[in-house]
């Protein structure tokens, strides 16, 4: 199996090296990540600046590819540029902290697995529920479950990718895994007005998840109680349902 790697937490991130040392007995693994976090980017690419590319040793081994760009920068300039032979499959994480609801839009993690869709490779997102004292180590497991699992089920259609968030417990209090819906979160944003050393005042964009929906069926509420979930997320926006009621429109 041919497997490529990337994260938006950056090429130094302790999730991405405890993924590529559970994924690397099962094939080649290429690790092309941005050289530092890039949190939060979306699904933006590089068009006005070069990208650049450096070679970075972990514990005195070759681990990867270092990139200054986006998450999904570097799974293009891997298919297209880096790697030798394309694909068997595209993974995106460890990520430190969930991708779950609206958060999906937002997400470089999520980003890095949807290119690997969009250029129609298998490929999935992987997200620890939490943003303190991590341990990966479910979450690296289960990627390679999953893994072998879509390979041997001949992939995933196109166009789509698969969304995992893992809770953050220990092993034995994982009650199972559910095949989930993204859920609607309302998110209450602030920004915290600062002012730095200089006198010139900044803002700090903040907030916290007031309302989900508070349905087993959906993402938050699965890793809530404990269950891993996993949502099947297309490529293709489209609301088919509106379109007709759109053309009624008489615009």
């Known amino acids: 199996m041919n497997i490529l790697l990337t994260n938006d937490d ?11 040392e559970s ?13 530092t976090e890039r949190s939060a980017v979306g699904h933006a690419i590089t068009l006005s600046d070069p990208l650049r590319v450096k070679k ?11 990139t200054t760009g986006t998450p999904a920068d570097c ?5 297209r540029a880096i790697l030798r032979k394309r694909p068997d499959i595209v993974i995106s994480g460890i990520n430190l902290g969930p991708n779950t609801g609206y958060s999906v839009l ?30 990966y180590s479910v979450a690296a497991s289960f990627a390679k479950k999953l893994a072998r699992l879509i390979m041997h089920n001949k992939g995933i259609p196109l ?22 819906r993204q859920s609607r979160t309302a998110i209450e944003e602030r920004f915290d007005k600062r002012e730095d050393p200089r006198m010139r005042t900044y803002y700090w964009l903040t907030g916290e998840i007031i309302k989900s929906d508070g349905q087993d069926d959906a993402d938050i509420e699965a890793i809530r109680n404990n269950y891993i979930s996993i949502t099947p997320i297309r490529c293709d926006m489209t609301d088919y ?4 009621e759109l053309k009624q429109w008489k615009i």
């Open 23 to 35: 994924l690397k007995d099962l094939g080649s693994v290429t690790v092309v990540a941005p050289d």
């Open 241 to 244: 349902g509106f379109m007709e």
């Open 106 to 135: 937002y997400s470089g993690t999520v980003s890095g697995a949807t290119e690997g869709a969009i250029l129609n490779i298998p490929s999935f997102a992987i997200s620890l529920a939490t943003f303190e004292n991590p341990d």
């Open 75 to 79: 799974v293009k300039l891997a298919i």
């Open 159 to 180: 166009g789509t990718l698969l969304n995992v968030n893992i809770p953050a417990v220990n092993k034995k209090n994982i009650k199972g895994v559910k095949i989930v």
């Open 10 to 20: 950056g090429i130094y991130a302790e999730g991405i090296r405890v993924l590529y």
């Open 56 to 66: 970075v040793n972990r514990g005195n081994k070759f681990f990867g590819y270092a």
